[in-house]
């Protein structure tokens, strides 16, 4: 250092050494007397009682920790609300579930991870903040230039009044810092010529910080993108996975036959098996016909529904069993709801909903039979691109016969399908199958219809609203 | 400059009334200290017995990774978990490892604001050994979760697609966060009283990458009196907040059990019993890394015998309080009038697994009574043995918390007996090499003992702390 020229550095401070801690801080508090002020001490461990003899204040440190403390607390309480108890959804939904029926948010189970979540964030604080305070890290300094400054992280003292402070004079200073028992005395100087980052370093960070960019710029310009191909299945067990799926051919042995003799991987219940909650004895609430009608039959057709083997092993025939009966006997039919459907307002809306959602893409939200799946496939048809039978309005005379369409049948066509419209009992509980016979019904009494449809409507000039109840009340009547 | 590594031990385990028994002996001054801490660092080459032991140590790193590369593929069937006993080894392997986790920060906060001023010799190693059994205990429940590629669903991150939050109402997500909290604080509290030792390093250091290095991780520290004015303040802040925080810890891992129905978990005395098993644990495995460490580095000066005895004293003491909690245990069990729960105390000790019971009582009740005798509690390779059978009793004790209550639920249809698998067996063994390795560099390439907290105690001219 003190070779270097005096236009190349610049003279920082006058840094003296002291061997104990004990004259250290009588230098100190000599220096403070003196009127120094910008002057600190270095000492391999904190000397106790050295901050009175320097001047230092009482560090912020601790309120700035209770802040972050304080904060945090309700930082983790208005987590835990946010995100176990509420469910609107600035921008990401709130997920508001109950469990093991506990309260959605009590304080006592809300307590460890509030806990958790202060000492976590003050503990930052404090991390942080000393650091910050303290203006580290700072790798570049003069000290770490003097040889002699290395024994202050080991066994030295020292005590440095920097040029800053207004009393500071070179000689004088230097003559003091002896008078107080210095034992040594060096000049720190900060090197002006050397004090640009070497390029190789601009170089180097410049380089980290583009490599480090990539990652997360790939990410979100595939976010903002449509793609043909698969997503990546990073760890692909669980997309995959070691089992037969439904519908799949069964498994091939080794010896190349197949597992089951059917060549199904999907195995069948046992003959005469009932899934929990699906006894459905009930033929008025689950078939739609009448409790007294030829118990043979009836049971007939339960075993049919339940004992699937027979009928599966004609598998390509499509299992119509209503067609026979439908041409032999219209009796069979429910004429009336059955015992425990009160067929009310909400029933009727309920059934509305459930219409628009399942039938009016074909039959259309008026039930003229001119949904768009109906629609389109005309058009297709038209043109001879597809088969298909028009759906039917709900107003057709056919339909709408009570006596040869009782409400019984209607049923039976949204459960099993009839001819070529499919079954839909698999998707709509019994209940809700016969709110939509109900709205069916009601419907049919609004008058609203085809061109062609018929005229024998009463109570046309009602209001929709009060129809559906004019129309189950009506309902009720016949039946 | 002291002579460095008289390597005898020297007692200063006696009281003399009125006086301050010495916690630096050998004469060392500020500079002998730094030598001392340093020498070992700076050998050209570490001693022999340190490559062996790290040779052995990563081939059972290997061994752990073999195995839960394995688990990973196969998933967790390759355990012996089965039903009713889902939680098997690896919950026990992780409250085990916990619980030695505990010395550490323990030794650095609690003791610092009692200012119980021994600690300064043992309080880094003890902090590098937490934060290396907190590394173990991380793993078994992270390979636990089964999907361990999700394992960030384990904390609150927003998802677009997920729509779904932790419950915070779950035992098991306090415990992530207790967990995860305390690793973290462990970390943040280690490094930041470790900068001023890594700054010695710095400026001590030869080679041009160990001086980038260590220049680096010292954040350009000066040892101004400014910056230890506040970092002083700092860690008498992370050491109030670490003590509730490790206090915790073991609480909320308690809570796992404690929370649930399960005769022989459900009750109110498994926060303190877990928290004296894990100040009782933590201590022994302080005190069967630290003996052999001071023998390898000449730190008998530093780590001396009065040091030892100390822990031995604490593990005698959390001894007693563990084995007074497996008494208050039976007598609840009696006094409940619970016929389940008498049942469960009643197996535990005379069951199918009384085995376990009994090494468990033998080892953490009867065998640290010899710590009564002043030569079982000062004589280093005595002391070894007995926290080893100490922390030996302390596995077992979760091994039987957890098993033989889950192996005797409430359907004695679903009662069954649990069998280890190799991999169980292995993975246990391995977690000791990641842990040794994990030491064993540390021992190698940061400052073990806290050289500035050493010198910061070391009587001066005007001696008052």
């Not at chain 1, 109950?98 to 202060?118: D, H, Q, R, Y």
């Not at chain 1, 770490?144 to 200073?173: G, V």
Request: hydrophobic share 45%; proline share 6%.
């Amino acid at each position: 250092m003190a070779d270097k020229n005096d236009k190349d550095s610049k003279l920082v401070g006058l840094l003296a050494q002291f061997d104990d801690p004990d004259s250290l801080i009588s230098a100190c508090n000599e220096a403070r007397l003196a009127g120094y002020k910008a002057m600190d001490a270095y000492s391999p461990f904190p000397v106790h009682g050295i901050d009175p003899a320097i001047g230092i204040q009482r560090s912020l440190l601790p309120f700035l920790v209770f802040c972050v403390g304080f904060g945090a607390c309700f930082a983790g309480l208005g987590m835990q609300y946010y995100t176990n108890a509420a469910d609107w959804s600035p921008i990401f939904p709130g997920y508001a579930f109950k469990i093991s029926g506990k309260p959605l948010f009590s304080f006592p189970a809300n307590i460890p991870v509030t806990f958790e979540i202060i000492v976590l964030s003050s503990a930052f604080a404090t991390f942080l903040g000393m650091w910050g305070l303290n203006k580290l890290p700072m790798f570049s300094n003069p000290l770490h230039r003097i040889s002699r400054f290395k024994r202050a992280t080991n066994d030295k003292f020292f005590l440095m009044i920097e040029t800053k402070d207004e009393n500071f004079n070179r000689s004088e200073t230097e003559s003091q810092l002896n008078q107080w028992g210095a034992v040594a005395i060096e000049e720190c100087r900060q090197d002006l010529t050397d004090n640009q980052l070497p390029s190789w370093v601009r170089l180097v960070g410049l380089l980290g910080v583009f490599l480090l960019m990539l990652p997360p710029v790939m990410i979100f310009r595939n976010m903002g993108m449509t793609s043909r191909s698969p997503r990546l299945h990073v760890v692909p067990d669980m997309d995959w996975q070691h089992k037969e799926k439904t519908q799949v051919l069964s498994p091939v042995m080794e010896n190349g036959e197949y597992l089951f003799t059917d060549e199904r991987a999907m195995r069948k219940p046992v003959d005469g098996s009932i899934a929990r909650g699906q006894l459905e004895v009930d033929s008025e609430m689950y078939r739609g016909v009448k409790k007294d009608y030829k118990a043979a039959a009836n049971s007939a057709k339960t075993n049919a529904r339940l004992v699937s083997a027979s009928i599966e092993d004609k598998e390509d025939a499509p299992v119509e069993p209503d067609q026979a009966d439908q041409a032999e006997d219209v009796s069979m039919w429910m004429t009336q709801f059955p015992e425990g459907v009160t067929v009310d307002q909400a029933f009727v809306e309920r059934g509305q909903q459930r219409f628009n959602i399942y039938c009016s893409a074909c039959h259309g939200y008026d039930g003229n039979g001119n949904g768009l799946v109906n629609q389109r496939a005309m058009a297709l048809g038209a043109n001879g691109q597809a088969q298909w039978t028009a759906a039917k309005s709900m107003h057709d005379a056919t339909v709408k016969d009570d006596s040869k369409n009782p409400l019984g049948r209607i049923f039976d066509t949204i459960t099993n399908g009839r001819n070529t419209m499919g079954p839909y009992g698999a998707q709509i509980p019994a209940e809700d199958r016969w709110a939509i016979v109900a709205y069916v019904k009601a419907l049919q009494e609004t008058g609203i219809q085809p061109a062609t449809a018929s005229t024998e409507t009463d109570g046309a000039d009602e209001e929709k609203q009060t129809d559906a109840d004019g129309g189950s009340d009506k309902e009720e009547k016949t039946s | 400059m002291a002579s460095v590594n008289p390597a005898i031990d020297i007692d200063n385990t006696n009281e003399e009334p009125g006086t301050r028994a010495p916690l630096v002996l050998g004469g060392l001054d500020y500079a002998g200290v730094t030598e001392t801490v340093c020498a070992p660092w700076e050998a050209e080459n570490p001693p022999k017995i340190w490559w062996l032991i790290l040779a052995a140590a990563l081939s059972l790193l290997l061994v752990l990774g073999g195995c839960v590369n394995h688990l990973l593929m196969k998933g967790v069937g390759v355990w012996g978990n089965n039903n009713p006993a889902y939680w098997g080894w690896p919950i026990v392997n992780f409250v085990f490892w916990v619980g030695i986790g505990h010395a550490g920060t323990l030794i650095s906060a609690i003791l610092f604001l009692f200012r119980q001023n021994w600690r300064t010799s043992i309080n880094r190693a003890a902090e590098a050994m937490t934060i290396f059994a907190v590394v173990c205990a991380g793993l078994f429940p992270g390979i636990h979760i089964g999907r361990v590629w999700v394992f960030y669903w384990l904390f609150p991150i927003p998802t677009e697609h997920l729509a779904m939050w932790p419950n915070f109402r779950s035992p098991l997500l306090w415990d992530v966060f207790a967990v995860s909290t305390y690793a973290t604080v462990s970390i943040l509290f280690w490094y930041m009283g470790m900068v001023p030792d890594i700054a010695t390093f710095r400026d001590r250091c030869k080679s041009k990458i160990g001086k980038i290095a260590y220049g680096i991780l010292s954040l350009g520290w000066t040892g101004s009196a400014r910056n230890w004015h506040r970092y002083e303040i700092a860690y008498t802040i992370l050491a109030a907040l670490a003590t509730p925080l490790v206090l915790s810890v073991h609480t909320i891992v308690s809570f796992d059990f404690a929370v649930s129905q399960l005769p022989g978990w459900h009750t109110t005395i498994f926060p303190p019993y877990f928290v004296a098993g894990a100040i009782f644990s933590g201590f022994a495995a302080v005190v069967t890394l630290l003996v052999p460490a001071r023998a390898l580095y000449g730190l008998q000066n530093l780590i001396t015998l009065r040091h030892l005895e100390n822990m031995n004293k604490i593990i005698m003491a959390t001894g007693m309080m563990v084995g007074t909690a497996y008494g208050i245990e039976f007598f609840i069990a009696w006094y409940s009038g619970v016929p389940n729960e008498q049942f469960a105390f009643i197996n535990r000790a005379f069951g199918n697994f009384w085995w376990a019971y009994w090494i468990m009582v033998t080892c953490n009740v009867v065998i640290p009574q010899l710590f009564w005798f002043k030569w079982c509690r000062t004589t280093p390779w005595f002391m070894v043995i007995v926290c080893i059978f100490v922390n030996i009793g302390m596995w077992f004790e979760r091994f039987v918390i957890t098993i033989t209550s889950l192996c005797r639920d409430f359907i004695p249809s679903s009662w069954a007996y649990f069998h280890p698998t190799g991999i169980d067996i292995m993975m246990l063994i391995g977690s000791f090499g990641l842990f040794t390795t994990l030491f064993l560099l540390f021992c190698r390439f940061l400052p073990v003992i806290a050289m500035a907290e050493v010198k910061s105690i070391m009587p001066h001219g005007d001696d008052h702390h």
